[in-house]
Protein backbone atom coordinates (compact mmCIF):
# COMPACT_ATOMS: atom_id res chain seq x y z
CA UNK A 1 0.00 0.00 0.00
CA UNK A 2 2.60 2.02 0.57
CA UNK A 3 4.16 2.42 -2.92
CA UNK A 4 0.60 3.00 -4.10
CA UNK A 5 0.46 6.11 -1.68
CA UNK A 6 3.57 7.49 -2.72
CA UNK A 7 2.64 7.07 -6.60
CA UNK A 8 -0.68 8.94 -5.80
CA UNK A 9 1.06 11.55 -4.10
CA UNK A 10 3.85 12.41 -6.36
CA UNK A 11 1.89 12.27 -9.53
CA UNK A 12 -0.24 14.84 -7.84
CA UNK A 13 2.47 16.78 -7.30
CA UNK A 14 3.95 16.74 -3.86
CA UNK A 15 7.48 16.09 -2.92
CA UNK A 16 6.98 12.49 -1.15
CA UNK A 17 9.92 11.33 1.07
CA UNK A 18 9.40 7.29 0.67
CA UNK A 19 10.86 5.87 4.52
CA UNK A 20 11.27 2.28 4.99
CA UNK A 21 13.33 0.51 7.96
CA UNK A 22 15.66 -0.47 5.57
CA UNK A 23 17.01 1.46 2.45
CA UNK A 24 17.03 -1.97 0.44
CA UNK A 25 13.40 -2.32 1.21
CA UNK A 26 12.67 1.95 0.33
CA UNK A 27 14.55 1.53 -2.84
CA UNK A 28 12.91 -1.87 -4.07
CA UNK A 29 9.32 0.06 -3.43
CA UNK A 30 10.90 3.11 -5.40
CA UNK A 31 11.96 -0.01 -8.54
CA UNK A 32 8.46 -0.76 -8.63
CA UNK A 33 7.01 2.77 -8.67
CA UNK A 34 9.07 3.11 -11.74
CA UNK A 35 7.94 0.19 -13.31
CA UNK A 36 3.84 0.62 -12.63
CA UNK A 37 4.63 4.62 -14.48
CA UNK A 38 6.63 2.61 -17.10
CA UNK A 39 3.08 0.65 -17.83
CA UNK A 40 0.90 4.29 -17.61
CA UNK A 41 3.88 5.72 -20.23
CA UNK A 42 3.31 2.43 -22.36
CA UNK A 43 -0.44 3.06 -22.46
CA UNK A 44 -0.74 6.21 -23.15
CA UNK A 45 -1.85 7.54 -19.72
CA UNK A 46 1.13 9.73 -18.61
CA UNK A 47 4.07 11.44 -20.55
CA UNK A 48 7.86 10.34 -20.01
CA UNK A 49 8.07 14.19 -19.02
CA UNK A 50 5.27 13.73 -16.68
CA UNK A 51 6.96 10.18 -14.87
CA UNK A 52 9.94 11.62 -14.98
CA UNK A 53 8.78 14.58 -12.78
CA UNK A 54 6.92 12.06 -10.09
CA UNK A 55 9.78 10.36 -9.80
CA UNK A 56 12.13 13.46 -9.50
CA UNK A 57 10.05 14.29 -6.57
CA UNK A 58 10.56 10.76 -4.65
CA UNK A 59 13.54 10.61 -2.33
CA UNK A 60 13.84 7.40 -0.46
CA UNK A 61 15.47 6.72 3.27
CA UNK A 62 15.61 4.98 6.21
CA UNK A 63 16.09 6.98 8.54
CA UNK A 64 12.73 8.77 10.27
CA UNK A 65 14.50 11.56 11.10
CA UNK A 66 14.33 12.77 7.27
CA UNK A 67 10.67 13.02 7.94
CA UNK A 68 11.27 15.50 9.89
CA UNK A 69 10.34 18.72 7.23
CA UNK A 70 7.21 16.85 5.99
CA UNK A 71 3.82 18.67 6.52
CA UNK A 72 1.91 15.37 6.15
CA UNK A 73 3.28 11.57 7.01
CA UNK A 74 1.06 8.82 5.79
CA UNK A 75 2.16 5.96 7.70
CA UNK A 76 0.86 2.55 6.18
CA UNK A 77 3.00 -0.23 8.16
CA UNK A 78 1.69 -3.65 9.08
CA UNK A 79 -2.28 -3.23 10.51
CA UNK A 80 -0.70 -4.06 14.44
CA UNK A 81 -1.77 -1.76 16.78
CA UNK A 82 1.18 -2.06 18.74
CA UNK A 83 3.66 -1.53 15.90
CA UNK A 84 1.55 1.51 15.15
CA UNK A 85 1.61 3.07 18.20
CA UNK A 86 5.12 2.59 19.05
CA UNK A 87 5.59 4.39 15.32
CA UNK A 88 3.39 7.02 16.11
CA UNK A 89 5.20 7.91 19.46
CA UNK A 90 8.52 8.13 17.23
CA UNK A 91 6.61 10.13 14.57
CA UNK A 92 5.35 12.60 17.33
CA UNK A 93 9.06 12.88 18.18
CA UNK A 94 10.74 13.48 14.68
CA UNK A 95 8.17 15.96 12.90
CA UNK A 96 7.47 19.69 13.08
CA UNK A 97 4.83 20.40 15.80
CA UNK A 98 2.99 21.76 12.66
CA UNK A 99 2.59 18.17 11.05
CA UNK A 100 -0.36 16.61 10.10
CA UNK A 101 0.09 12.25 11.04
CA UNK A 102 -2.00 10.33 9.90
CA UNK A 103 -2.52 6.80 9.47
CA UNK A 104 -3.65 4.24 6.41
CA UNK A 105 -5.22 1.70 8.98
CA UNK A 106 -7.93 -0.19 7.67
CA UNK A 107 -10.15 -0.83 11.36
CA UNK A 108 -8.26 -0.15 14.16
CA UNK A 109 -8.51 2.86 16.33
CA UNK A 110 -7.23 6.13 14.84
CA UNK A 111 -7.68 7.87 18.55
CA UNK A 112 -5.33 5.26 20.18
CA UNK A 113 -2.93 6.14 17.77
CA UNK A 114 -3.93 10.69 18.40
CA UNK A 115 -3.43 9.85 22.23
CA UNK A 116 0.56 7.96 21.78
CA UNK A 117 1.17 11.80 20.48
CA UNK A 118 1.08 15.58 22.19
CA UNK A 119 -0.64 16.48 18.87
CA UNK A 120 -4.16 14.28 18.87
CA UNK A 121 -5.88 17.07 17.34
CA UNK A 122 -3.25 16.55 14.28
CA UNK A 123 -3.65 13.22 13.64
CA UNK A 124 -6.66 11.60 11.44
CA UNK A 125 -6.96 8.54 9.27
CA UNK A 126 -6.38 8.48 5.54
CA UNK A 127 -7.58 5.33 4.05
CA UNK A 128 -6.83 4.56 0.15
CA UNK A 129 -7.80 0.92 -1.28
CA UNK A 130 -6.24 -1.13 -3.29
CA UNK A 131 -4.18 -0.67 -5.67
CA UNK A 132 -4.19 2.97 -4.64
CA UNK A 133 -3.49 4.41 -8.07
CA UNK A 134 -5.93 3.09 -9.51
CA UNK A 135 -8.91 2.99 -6.68
CA UNK A 136 -11.06 6.56 -6.42
CA UNK A 137 -12.25 6.23 -3.06
CA UNK A 138 -9.97 7.50 0.09
CA UNK A 139 -11.99 7.39 3.70
CA UNK A 140 -11.07 10.00 5.99
CA UNK A 141 -11.34 8.79 9.28
CA UNK A 142 -12.27 11.22 12.10
CA UNK A 143 -11.12 10.53 15.71
CA UNK A 144 -12.89 12.07 18.59
CA UNK A 145 -9.96 14.24 18.78
CA UNK A 146 -9.64 15.78 15.79
CA UNK A 147 -9.41 19.49 14.32
CA UNK A 148 -11.90 20.37 12.11
CA UNK A 149 -8.49 21.58 10.26
CA UNK A 150 -6.86 18.44 10.26
CA UNK A 151 -9.71 16.75 8.41
CA UNK A 152 -10.25 20.08 5.97
CA UNK A 153 -6.38 19.19 5.26
CA UNK A 154 -6.83 15.79 4.54
CA UNK A 155 -9.81 15.95 2.41
CA UNK A 156 -7.65 18.47 0.49
CA UNK A 157 -5.21 16.13 0.14
CA UNK A 158 -7.04 13.26 -0.99
CA UNK A 159 -9.07 15.78 -3.36
CA UNK A 160 -5.34 16.92 -4.95
CA UNK A 161 -4.40 13.28 -5.57
CA UNK A 162 -7.47 12.86 -7.69
CA UNK A 163 -9.40 10.64 -5.24
CA UNK A 164 -12.76 11.42 -4.21
CA UNK A 165 -12.74 11.65 -0.12
CA UNK A 166 -15.70 10.30 1.81
CA UNK A 167 -16.07 11.24 5.62
CA UNK A 168 -16.40 8.41 8.72
CA UNK A 169 -15.92 8.39 12.05
CA UNK A 170 -13.19 6.49 13.70
CA UNK A 171 -15.39 2.70 14.01
CA UNK A 172 -13.44 -0.30 13.44
CA UNK A 173 -13.64 -1.18 9.63
CA UNK A 174 -15.12 2.51 9.14
CA UNK A 175 -17.84 2.31 5.62
CA UNK A 176 -16.36 0.03 2.97
CA UNK A 177 -14.45 -3.07 5.05
CA UNK A 178 -17.16 -3.09 7.89
CA UNK A 179 -19.26 -3.76 4.92
CA UNK A 180 -16.89 -5.79 2.76
CA UNK A 181 -15.52 -7.87 5.30
CA UNK A 182 -18.30 -10.35 6.62
CA UNK A 183 -18.67 -10.99 2.50
CA UNK A 184 -15.32 -11.86 2.66
CA UNK A 185 -15.02 -14.19 5.56
CA UNK A 186 -18.45 -15.77 4.11
CA UNK A 187 -16.89 -16.77 0.67
CA UNK A 188 -14.22 -18.57 2.80
CA UNK A 189 -16.83 -20.00 4.93
CA UNK A 190 -18.55 -21.76 2.12
CA UNK A 191 -15.21 -22.76 0.32
CA UNK A 192 -14.08 -24.65 3.82
CA UNK A 193 -17.83 -26.31 3.84
CA UNK A 194 -17.29 -27.37 0.44
CA UNK A 195 -20.51 -26.09 -0.75
CA UNK A 196 -19.08 -24.75 -4.08
CA UNK A 197 -15.06 -24.76 -5.44
CA UNK A 198 -13.05 -21.62 -5.40
CA UNK A 199 -13.41 -21.32 -8.95
CA UNK A 200 -17.33 -20.91 -8.82
CA UNK A 201 -17.56 -18.96 -6.01
CA UNK A 202 -15.63 -16.51 -7.48
CA UNK A 203 -17.34 -16.66 -10.83
CA UNK A 204 -20.83 -16.08 -9.02
CA UNK A 205 -20.05 -13.26 -7.96
CA UNK A 206 -18.39 -11.81 -10.84
CA UNK A 207 -21.43 -12.89 -13.09
CA UNK A 208 -23.92 -12.77 -10.58
CA UNK A 209 -23.02 -9.24 -8.88
CA UNK A 210 -21.15 -8.04 -11.88
CA UNK A 211 -17.95 -7.46 -9.48
CA UNK A 212 -14.85 -7.07 -10.97
CA UNK A 213 -13.27 -9.95 -8.96
CA UNK A 214 -14.48 -12.82 -6.82
CA UNK A 215 -14.19 -12.41 -2.89
CA UNK A 216 -11.02 -15.02 -2.79
CA UNK A 217 -8.97 -13.41 -5.08
CA UNK A 218 -9.81 -10.22 -3.83
CA UNK A 219 -8.69 -11.53 -0.63
CA UNK A 220 -5.68 -12.46 -2.05
CA UNK A 221 -4.90 -9.14 -3.12
CA UNK A 222 -5.67 -7.82 0.25
CA UNK A 223 -3.61 -9.87 1.77
CA UNK A 224 -4.72 -13.24 4.38
CA UNK A 225 -3.01 -11.41 7.17
CA UNK A 226 -3.80 -8.04 6.86
CA UNK A 227 -7.81 -9.71 6.15
CA UNK A 228 -7.27 -11.82 9.39
CA UNK A 229 -6.18 -8.46 11.38
CA UNK A 230 -8.80 -6.36 9.91
CA UNK A 231 -11.46 -9.10 11.18
CA UNK A 232 -9.83 -9.49 14.48
CA UNK A 233 -10.35 -5.51 14.87
CA UNK A 234 -13.83 -6.01 13.65
CA UNK A 235 -14.89 -8.52 16.27
CA UNK A 236 -12.95 -6.92 19.03
CA UNK A 237 -14.94 -3.83 18.37
CA UNK A 238 -18.56 -5.35 17.85
CA UNK A 239 -18.96 -9.11 19.28
CA UNK A 240 -20.43 -10.05 16.07
CA UNK A 241 -19.49 -13.69 14.79
CA UNK A 242 -19.66 -12.41 11.36
CA UNK A 243 -16.36 -11.03 11.68
CA UNK A 244 -15.05 -14.03 13.72
CA UNK A 245 -12.48 -14.96 11.02
CA UNK A 246 -13.30 -18.47 9.72
CA UNK A 247 -10.97 -21.47 10.76
CA UNK A 248 -9.14 -21.85 7.47
CA UNK A 249 -8.35 -18.03 7.02
CA UNK A 250 -6.52 -18.39 9.92
CA UNK A 251 -4.52 -21.71 9.26
CA UNK A 252 -3.69 -20.19 6.19
CA UNK A 253 -2.16 -17.03 7.62
CA UNK A 254 -0.67 -19.28 9.73
CA UNK A 255 0.61 -21.21 6.92
CA UNK A 256 1.94 -18.15 5.21
CA UNK A 257 -0.71 -18.84 2.58
CA UNK A 258 -0.84 -14.38 2.09
CA UNK A 259 -1.78 -14.31 -1.16
CA UNK A 260 -0.20 -12.22 -4.26
CA UNK A 261 2.62 -10.84 -2.13
CA UNK A 262 3.90 -14.37 -0.53
CA UNK A 263 2.68 -16.18 -4.30
CA UNK A 264 0.51 -18.46 -3.25
CA UNK A 265 -3.25 -17.57 -1.22
CA UNK A 266 -5.96 -19.11 -2.49
CA UNK A 267 -4.75 -19.06 -6.22
CA UNK A 268 -1.13 -19.52 -7.38
CA UNK A 269 0.94 -16.62 -8.82
CA UNK A 270 4.11 -18.40 -8.74
CA UNK A 271 3.29 -19.76 -12.39
N1 LIG B 1 -3.76 -4.66 1.72
C1 LIG B 1 -4.78 -3.86 1.47
O1 LIG B 1 -5.60 -4.14 0.59
C2 LIG B 1 -4.95 -2.59 2.24
C3 LIG B 1 -5.88 -1.65 1.80
C4 LIG B 1 -6.01 -0.44 2.50
C5 LIG B 1 -5.26 -0.20 3.62
N2 LIG B 1 -4.36 -1.16 4.05
C6 LIG B 1 -3.60 -0.87 5.26
O2 LIG B 1 -2.29 -0.48 4.87
C7 LIG B 1 -1.36 -0.88 5.88
C8 LIG B 1 -0.28 -1.74 5.25
O3 LIG B 1 -0.92 -2.85 4.64
P1 LIG B 1 -0.22 -3.69 3.47
O4 LIG B 1 -1.26 -4.55 2.88
O5 LIG B 1 0.59 -2.80 2.62
O6 LIG B 1 0.72 -4.61 4.37
P2 LIG B 1 2.05 -5.41 3.99
O7 LIG B 1 2.14 -6.52 4.96
O8 LIG B 1 2.07 -5.70 2.52
O9 LIG B 1 3.18 -4.33 4.25
C9 LIG B 1 3.43 -3.82 5.53
C10 LIG B 1 4.83 -3.26 5.52
O10 LIG B 1 5.09 -2.67 6.79
C11 LIG B 1 6.43 -2.95 7.11
N3 LIG B 1 6.62 -2.73 8.54
C12 LIG B 1 6.26 -3.53 9.56
N4 LIG B 1 6.59 -2.94 10.74
C13 LIG B 1 7.16 -1.75 10.43
C14 LIG B 1 7.72 -0.68 11.19
N5 LIG B 1 7.75 -0.74 12.51
N6 LIG B 1 8.22 0.40 10.54
C15 LIG B 1 8.19 0.48 9.18
N7 LIG B 1 7.69 -0.52 8.40
C16 LIG B 1 7.19 -1.60 9.02
C17 LIG B 1 6.65 -4.38 6.64
O11 LIG B 1 8.01 -4.66 6.47
C18 LIG B 1 5.90 -4.34 5.30
O12 LIG B 1 6.74 -3.90 4.25
C19 LIG B 1 -2.16 -1.61 6.96
O13 LIG B 1 -2.50 -0.69 7.98
C20 LIG B 1 -3.40 -2.06 6.20
O14 LIG B 1 -4.52 -2.23 7.02
C21 LIG B 1 -4.18 -2.34 3.38
Given at each position: ???????????????????????????????????????????????????????????????????????????????????????????????????????????????????????????????????????????????????????????????????????????AG????HL?FP??NN????????????????????????????????????????????LDALYDEFRDPHYAA??????????????????????????
Amino acid sequence: MGSGIVECASRAGYEVVLRSRRLETAEATLAGLEKSLAKHVERGKLSEEDRDAALGRVTVTAELGELSSCDLVIESVVEDLTTKKHLFRELDRVCESSALLATNTSTLPVVELAMETNRPDQVCGIHFFNPAPAMSLVEIVRPLTAAESTIAEARAFAEACGKTPVEVKDQAGFIVNHLLFPYLNNAVRLLEAGVASRDDIDAAMRGGCNFPMGPLALLDLVGLDTSVAILDALYDEFRDPHYAAVPLLRRMTTAGLLGRKAGKGFYDYRK
